[in-house]
Nanobody, 123 residues
């Protein structure tokens, strides 16, 4: 299985971006998916997750109300819509496929990771 993340870029504070993660080589619709991020000098942190069917979803407190995770199983793609971006949202964003139908916020539960896409939010 492979995951390909895209959609990152440079945006001003208050702006929006939509990240995409395309999956191949696995029955995508049977697995929960997650987004994580890693800022320079910091550990990878959980951002959002979604179950195999699209509901329920789960968010880190720091992004709740600003980010929305969704998925299109027909396209084998998971998305992360990011609004009201802040400089502290800057980092490399990774999508990951879980070991089963649901999710946790622990990176250890996810066994396949994409290559990451850079998001930079300027103040």
């Amino acid at each position: 299985v492979q995951l390909q993340a895209s959609g990152g870029g440079l945006v001003q504070a208050g702006g929006s971006l939509r990240l995409s993660c395309a999956a191949s080589g696995r029955t995508f619709s049977q697995y929960g998916m997650g987004w994580f991020r890693q800022a320079p000098g910091k550990e990878r942190e959980f951002v959002a997750a979604i179950s195999y069917s699209g509901s329920p979803t789960y968010y880190a407190d720091s992004v709740k109300g600003r980010f929305t995770i969704s998925r299109d199983n027909a396209k084998n793609t998971v998305y992360l819509q990011m609004k009201s971006l802040k400089p502290e949202d800057t980092g490399v964003y990774y999508c990951a496929a879980g070991r089963g139908r649901y999710y946790t916020s622990s990176p250890d539960w996810y066994d396949v990771w994409g290559q990451g896409t850079q998001v930079t939010v300027s103040s």
